[in-house]
């Protein structure tokens, strides 16, 4: 290209890519077909004289993402860049005071959330420090109804878990709240059940089927990384070990195929139903960390989540991992009617 071809080209190309015009627009500007502009486009980008970049926010890996979307068939796949921690070898259980989610997957599911939420929808948040991180950083929700699908790990910290989040949520986008004011796990059906029937815990559950999009958290079946498992007894451990249980998620137990297992837990339990799970058209799962991987994959495979938040380090695992194909999630209704 000359001197006058490159003036030119350079020309358009500002024209198309920084302002905005169409070919149509160039062209009868410059006196020339729509078919030379589109021509001299593609010679500008052939030369090396426009470069296009496609760029995300460094802690973002926009590859992973799009390949853990495809893979697992879900509707949305955000991966964060991993802390050194998550990143390293699986090592020993992580303790309770010590989250075992990196806590910018919170920051990040809360601009998932705000992206997602439209006015009028019914926001379910389960129990889990993830979902706690991701309310604590919510700045803007529309105005929606905000209800907590899981009792607490402990009724005595309701104020720093999961009842705080889900009046943080309902403050954010003014409006209600229902949370539950109950123990994730009871120690039998029959409290359980006394207990679901209480005023504020039932209306609670009156919400579940109106519930548009959840917010979950995934905990492998390791001391430190489920709460379930923290709450059960060594002999009640052991019992779902033998079942194969892997993963757990909001009081529900998988085995490494995404099979639920351990029925009779539910049973006992402050939580929704899986089932209605199912039924939710947006059900996003945050969790992330090497240890955590394996857990991540065994749920995505029960098709009950549309939606992950995770990081490299467990990206990495679920995008190489072999074994059983994820079930469909996404035969279940879009969220924006399509």
């Known amino acids: 290209m000359g001197p006058a071809e490159l003036v030119q ?91 075992s989610d990196p806590e910018n997957l919170g920051e990040v599911a809360a601009g998932l959330l705000e992206e997602l939420v439209t006015e ?25 109804t905000v209800v907590q699908l899981t009792g607490v790990y402990d009724a005595g910290t309701a104020d720093r878990g999961s009842v705080e989040a889900v009046r943080r949520a309902a403050e954010v986008s003014g409006g209600e709240a229902h949370p539950i004011y109950a123990p994730m796990l009871l120690p039998d059906s029959a409290t359980a059940g006394t207990l679901r029937a209480q005023t504020g815990i039932a209306r609670a559950f009156e919400y579940f089927d109106k519930v548009t999009v959840a917010c979950v958290s995934i905990g492998s079946w390791a001391p430190g990384i489920s709460t379930v498992y923290d709450m059960l007894s060594d002999k009640e451990r052991e019992h779902y070990a033998s079942l194969g249980a892997a993963a757990e998620m909001s009081a529900h137990l998988f085995d490494t195929e995404g099979r639920r297992i351990g029925r009779d837990l539910g049973e006992r339990c402050i939580t929704v139903e899986a089932d209605r799970l199912r039924r939710i058209p947006e059900v996003i799962a945050i969790a992330g960390g090497r240890h955590k991987a394996a857990a991540i994959g065994a749920v995505l495979r029960s098709g009950l989540v549309t939606s992950l938040v995770t990081d490299t380090a467990a990206a990495d695992h679920l995008l190489t991992e072999t074994g059983p194909g994820p079930r469909p999630a996404l035969d279940r209704a879009d969220p924006d009617g399509s």
């Open 120 to 144: 009028g929808d019914v926001l379910g948040l389960a129990w889990g420090r993830s979902t706690i991180h991701m309310a604590a950083a919510l700045h803007r929700l529309p105005p929606c």
């Open 9 to 99: 080209a350079a020309a358009m190309a500002r024209r198309f890519y920084l302002e905005g015009k169409s070919k149509i627009q160039i062209a009868e500007e410059f006196g020339v077909s729509r078919f030379k502009v589109a021509r001299v486009l593609e010679t500008a980008l052939e030369r090396d004289l426009v470069r296009i970049e496609i760029r995300v926010p460094a802690e973002l890996d926009a590859e992973r993402s799009d390949a853990l979307r495809s893979r697992y068939g879900l509707r949305h796949a955000v991966v964060v860049e991993s802390t050194a921690d998550a990143a390293g070898a699986p090592g020993p259980a992580v303790p309770m005071d010590d989250p």
